[in-house]
C-alpha cells in the first residue's frame, strides 16, 4: 500500500493535535502534545514550530472540506435567493454535531497566533472569498434580470454569514435548534426578495 503523501499526513497530524489540545487546553506544551499523538517532540516541531501552526493547518483544512461540501448543495440551486439559503443552510450541515470544533479552532487562533494572526485570518477568509463573490454576483445579476427585489447584495450575504457564524456558536453554547431559525430567515428574510 502506498504511503501517505506528506500534505495528508501533515493535515491528519494537526486534526489528530487538535482533538488533544481541545480535550486537553491549548497550554499543553509540545513535549505532552507530542506524548499525545504518539510522536517524537522533534517530529512534531519539524511539521508544526508552534501550536498556531498546528491550529491554522487544520482550521484551513477543515474550511477547504467545508467549501467543497457547501458549493456542492449550493450548486443545486438556481435563483441566487434559494443559493443563499443553501449557503446558510449547507454550513450548518456540514458542521453539525461538530460545532465545538469550529468554535475550539477559531478560539484557539486567536489565543495561539500573536503577530501571526491577520495572515491566519487572511488564509481563512480566502477559502470563503470566492463563495461570497459568486453568490454576490449572482445577486446583482438577479436584480438586474428582475428576479430579485432591490436590496444591498453585499450586506444581504454579509448579515447571512453573521447569522451562519453565530448559530454555531449559539449551538454549542446552548444547543440551540436550528430548523426554526433557518425557517424563519426563510420566510421573514429570504424569500420576500424573490420574484
Same mark, same amino acid.
Given at each position: 500500500?502506498?504511503r501517505p503523501?506528506e500534505?495528508?499526513?501533515?493535515?491528519?497530524?494537526?486534526?489528530?493535535?487538535?482533538?488533544?489540545?481541545?480535550?486537553e487546553?491549548?497550554?499543553?506544551?509540545?513535549?505532552?502534545l507530542? /506524548?499525545?499523538?504518539?510522536?517524537?517532540?522533534?517530529?512534531l516541531?519539524y511539521?508544526f514550530?508552534?501550536k498556531?501552526?498546528?491550529v491554522e493547518?487544520?482550521?484551513v483544512e477543515?474550511l477547504?472540506e467545508?467549501a467543497?461540501?457547501?458549493?456542492?448543495r449550493?450548486?443545486a440551486?438556481?435563483?441566487?435567493? /434559494?443559493?443563499?439559503y443553501a449557503h446558510?443552510r449547507?454550513?450548518?450541515?456540514f458542521h453539525h454535531g461538530?460545532?465545538?470544533?469550529?468554535?475550539f479552532?477559531t478560539?484557539?487562533?486567536?489565543?495561539t497566533?500573536?503577530?501571526r494572526?491577520p495572515?491566519i485570518?487572511q488564509?481563512?477568509?480566502?477559502?470563503?472569498?470566492?463563495?461570497?463573490? /459568486?453568490?454576490?454576483?449572482?445577486?446583482?445579476?438577479?436584480?438586474?434580470?428582475?428576479?430579485?427585489q432591490?436590496?444591498?447584495?453585499e450586506?444581504?450575504?454579509?448579515?447571512?454569514?453573521?447569522?451562519n /457564524?453565530?448559530l454555531?456558536?449559539?449551538?454549542?453554547?446552548s444547543?440551540t435548534p436550528?430548523?426554526?431559525?433557518?425557517?424563519?430567515?426563510w420566510?421573514?428574510m429570504?424569500?420576500p426578495?424573490?420574484?
Open positions: 500500500m502506498a503523501a500534505h495528508e499526513k501533515r493535515a491528519e497530524l494537526a486534526r489528530d493535535a487538535v482533538e488533544v489540545l481541545q480535550r487546553g491549548v497550554e499543553l506544551s509540545m513535549a505532552a507530542a /506524548d499525545a499523538l504518539g510522536v517524537k517532540r522533534p517530529t516541531l511539521h514550530p508552534t498556531a501552526h498546528i493547518t487544520a482550521l477543515l477547504v467545508q467543497a461540501f457547501v458549493m456542492a449550493v450548486a440551486e438556481e435563483h441566487p435567493i /434559494d443559493r443563499l446558510m449547507a454550513i450548518h450541515a461538530r460545532e465545538a470544533r469550529v468554535v479552532l478560539q484557539a487562533i486567536a489565543t497566533a500573536g503577530a494572526l495572515d485570518l488564509a481563512g477568509e480566502a477559502v470563503f472569498e470566492a463563495q461570497r463573490h /459568486d453568490i454576490v454576483a449572482r445577486i446583482r445579476a438577479g436584480i438586474r434580470a428582475g428576479a430579485v432591490p436590496c444591498n447584495p450586506a444581504l450575504f454579509a448579515a447571512v454569514r453573521a447569522l /457564524d453565530g454555531l456558536v449559539q449551538r454549542v453554547m444547543g436550528l430548523e426554526p431559525v433557518h425557517a424563519f430567515v420566510e421573514q429570504l424569500a426578495l424573490k420574484r
